[in-house]
Each structure stands twice: as C-alpha cells, then as structure tokens.
C-alpha cells in the first residue's frame, strides 16, 4: 500500500507495459521496478484508475512462488475510495479478506507531547 501512495520512497520506476485484462477487468498492467530491484507488476483499472491488483514473485522455503493479489471491491469512506474486498492466490493456497467497516479517525495529539520528566531535560 505505501508504494502505491508514496511511489518516490518504494519504486525506481513504474512504466505502463500494455493494456490488458486482469481478474476480468480492462486494466493497465504496470512494471514496477522496487528500490530493492525487485520487479513485479500492478494492474490499474481502465474506467476507474483504481488499484485491481499485483502480481509478483517472491522466494520462499520452497523456492519461487507467484502471489496474485485481487483487489475485488471498493467501498467510500469519508469521501476516500478503500478497498474492502481482497483476494490473495498463491499456488493451491486463496486467502479472502472482506472489511465490514473502515474508519478515518484523527489522532489524538496528546500522545506525542513529552511525559513531564523528558519536558523538564529539554533545552529552551
């Protein structure tokens, strides 16, 4: 999810390879390629721009492994479109995740003020 809303901080590059179709929807399949130099491919939706998906490959015990991650719905919360619906294969293995309820919620900025034997070491 961070590459995606901070791509500077997570990917080299991103370059839109073709148009194709990815869990029955027109999308833009993208090459990313990772700081690390990993390389793997997102799927954009066509109408809506939004997320469908990833695939990558990632070495494991018992060697190389392909994960599809299917991004299925999307609910608005707060104004901000979310999934809410995601699917994940990888070999025989298929794990859902249905969210029922998502929240934006602001934080409470006393949790970052300094306890008061910390304030009274600071410098002024």
């Avoid at 490959?57 to 979310?82: A, C, L, P, R, W």
């Amino acid at each position: 999810m961070h590459s995606v809303l901070h791509p500077e901080k997570y990917a080299k590059s991103r370059e839109v390879v073709e148009k194709t179709t990815f869990n029955g929807k027109d999308t833009y399949k993208v090459k990313v390629t990772a700081n690390t130099g990993d390389v793997y491919h997102e799927f954009y939706d066509v109408n809506t721009g939004l997320m469908a998906g990833s695939v990558r490959k990632i070495e494991g015990q018992m060697g190389e492994m392909e994960i599809s991650n299917f991004i299925e719905e999307y609910t608005t919360v707060d104004g901000q479109k979310t999934a809410s619906k995601m699917r994940q294969s990888s070999g025989p293995v298929e794990v859902v995740i249905t969210l029922k309820k998502t929240e934006f919620t602001g934080i409470d900025p006393t949790i970052f003020e300094l306890p008061k034997e910390i304030k009274a070491l600071v410098v002024k």
